[in-house]
């Protein structure tokens, strides 16, 4: 059996229904038995599939996720252990930084900020998606952002590319200007002081 899964000539290899009819393969084999659990509420399955927003169930929430210590220390690049499993980009794809300012309020900022370079602003739940109108080399830029709450008066704002080109991504990010907006404590990626 193992001969036949492993056969390199595609026409003598073994095939899933040939395995399954397999004796070896049947000896002290159980199959799965599910429970019927008729409680289940599959609209926002549903809505994923059918890719509507008219049957997903929504959550409302009044502030931004909070993030806890562990994971605020994973997000920090001097704790990071990605590089131990593959090779550091020279440019990321992901950005960070804390502010002061309340959620709504980075929220707003950020928005006012990305609409007048060019950019449409979807947002919901403190997690936006910032489109661009230009198509550049590797497609239009994308990214999303998301606001998370470390503490009552500090937040942890995470800006990712989503789509389109990495160094399209800086420059918007470098164009955005935050720190002349809210009161950025520090880049977490530099770990550089940016404003008061």
Known sequence: MTCAWAES???????????????????????????KDDDVNLDDIDAIFNGSDDHLVTESKEK???????????????????????????VKKETQFTSRSPANEIISKIEETARPLGFSVQKKNYKMKLQGDRTGRKGQLAVATEVFEVAPS????ELR???????EFHKAHSSLNFSNNLDILRNLNSHLLIGP
């Not at 009819?21 to 002290?28: A, L, Q, T």
């Not at 500090?154 to 704002?157: K, Q």
């Not at 590319?161 to 160094?167: E, F």
């Open 64 to 90: 931004p996720a909070s993030v806890n210590a562990f994971e605020l220390i994973s997000r920090s690049k001097s704790f990071n252990l990605e590089n131990l499993f593959e090779k550091q980009a020279l």
């Open 154 to 157: 500090l937040h942890l704002v």
């Open 9 to 35: 000539r595609k026409r003598r290899r073994i095939t899933i229904p040939e395995i399954l009819k397999d004796e070896w393969f049947k000896k002290d084999y159980k199959p799965p038995h599910f429970e």
């Open 161 to 167: 590319k989503t789509g389109g080109d990495t160094l």
